[in-house]
């Protein structure tokens, strides 16, 4: 996140406009190559593909 200069406090918002009340509820958060972010929900991970290709960072 630092790397990206993406705060905590940015996520959360990006969270809760989603609907969500918890970082438990997400699955995945990445960070799409336009500098958005997309927030992709635990129940909706049924069928990864659309994270084919992301690679993980533990920032």
């Known amino acids: ?3 990206h200069r993406i705060r905590k406090d940015d996520l959360r918002g990006k969270v809760r406009q989603q609907g969500l009340s918890s970082f438990e509820q997400v699955e995945v958060i990445v960070l799409e190559g336009d500098g958005s972010l997309s927030i992709i929900k635990k129940q909706d991970t049924q069928s990864k593909d659309a994270l ?3 690679e993980r960072s533990d920032a």
């Open 52 to 54: 084919e290709g992301v």
């Open 1 to 3: 996140m630092h790397k």
